[in-house]
C-alpha cells in the first residue's frame, strides 16, 4: 500500500465530515440571513475574557456592528457553499477556522465565566467550536474538493501542468 495515498473510503469519510460541516455554516448563515432583523449584538456583549473589550466595543459601534452582522451572515454562507461544494476548499476552511476562532475567543467555555445566553453545557476549554476547528484543520490538510468537488475541475484547468 502506498502510505501516501489514501483509500477511497478513506476520502469519502473525509468528503462527508467536510460536506457536513459546509451544512453546518451554510444553516447559520441562511438562517441568519432570513431572519432579516438577526444580530450579534448579544453574543458580542456576553464577551467575557480577554477581548471582551474590543468585542463590547463592535456591539456598541453601529456603523462596526452593522459590518460585523453583514459579515457574519454572508461569511457563514459563503464559507458553508465552499465546503459543501468543494469550491476553494482550503480557503474556505481557513475562513471557517477564523470565524469560529473568533467565536471561541469571545465567549470561551472557561472554568468561572457564566453567560446569560444560553449554552450547550460547560466543557472546560473543549467545546463544540473547537470540535469544529478540529474538523475543519483536517479538511484543509486533505484534498477533498479535488477529490468530489469543483476544485478537481479548477484544478484541471488552472493547475500547475
Same mark, same amino acid.
Given at each position: 500500500?502506498?502510505?501516501?495515498?489514501?483509500?477511497?473510503?478513506?476520502?469519502?469519510? !473525509?468528503?462527508?465530515?467536510?460536506?457536513? %460541516?459546509?451544512?453546518?455554516?451554510? =444553516?447559520?448563515?441562511?438562517?441568519? &440571513? !432570513?431572519?432579516?432583523?438577526?444580530?450579534?449584538?448579544? /453574543? @458580542?456583549?456576553?464577551?467575557?475574557? %480577554? /477581548?471582551?473589550?474590543?468585542?463590547?466595543?463592535?456591539? $456598541? $459601534?453601529?456603523?462596526?456592528?452593522?459590518?460585523? $452582522?453583514?459579515? $457574519?451572515?454572508?461569511? !457563514?454562507?459563503?464559507?458553508?457553499?465552499?465546503?459543501?461544494?468543494?469550491? /476553494?476548499?482550503?480557503?474556505?476552511?481557513? #475562513?471557517?477556522? #477564523?470565524?469560529?476562532?473568533? =467565536?471561541?475567543?469571545?465567549?470561551?467555555?472557561?472554568?468561572?465565566?457564566?453567560?446569560?445566553?444560553?449554552?450547550?453545557? *460547560?466543557?472546560?476549554?473543549?467545546?463544540?467550536?473547537?470540535?469544529?476547528?478540529?474538523? !475543519?484543520?483536517?479538511?484543509?490538510?486533505?484534498?477533498?474538493?479535488? /477529490?468530489?468537488? @469543483?476544485?478537481? %475541475?479548477? *484544478?484541471? &484547468?488552472?493547475?500547475?501542468?
Amino acid at each position: 500500500m502506498d502510505e501516501k495515498k489514501l483509500q477511497q473510503w478513506q476520502m469519502i469519510a !473525509l468528503v462527508g465530515l467536510r460536506v457536513i %460541516i459546509g451544512w453546518h455554516f451554510l =444553516y447559520e448563515g441562511v438562517a441568519k &440571513l !432570513l431572519l432579516g432583523n438577526w444580530s450579534a449584538a448579544g /453574543f @458580542l456583549l456576553q464577551s467575557k475574557w %480577554i /477581548f471582551a473589550p474590543v468585542f463590547k466595543w463592535m456591539a $456598541n $459601534n453601529a456603523a462596526v456592528l452593522d459590518a460585523v $452582522n453583514v459579515l $457574519n451572515m454572508w461569511g !457563514l454562507t459563503a464559507i458553508g457553499l465552499g465546503l459543501i461544494l468543494g469550491c /476553494f476548499t482550503r480557503l474556505a476552511a481557513l #475562513a471557517g477556522i #477564523a470565524i469560529i476562532m473568533l =467565536y471561541y475567543v469571545c465567549n470561551p467555555p472557561f472554568v468561572g465565566l457564566f453567560y446569560s445566553i444560553p449554552m450547550e453545557g *460547560h466543557y472546560m476549554i473543549v467545546n463544540k467550536n473547537l470540535v469544529e476547528v478540529a474538523g !475543519l484543520v483536517v479538511i484543509m490538510l486533505f484534498p477533498t474538493g479535488r /477529490f468530489a468537488g @469543483l476544485d478537481r %475541475i479548477l *484544478h484541471k &484547468l488552472f493547475g500547475k501542468k
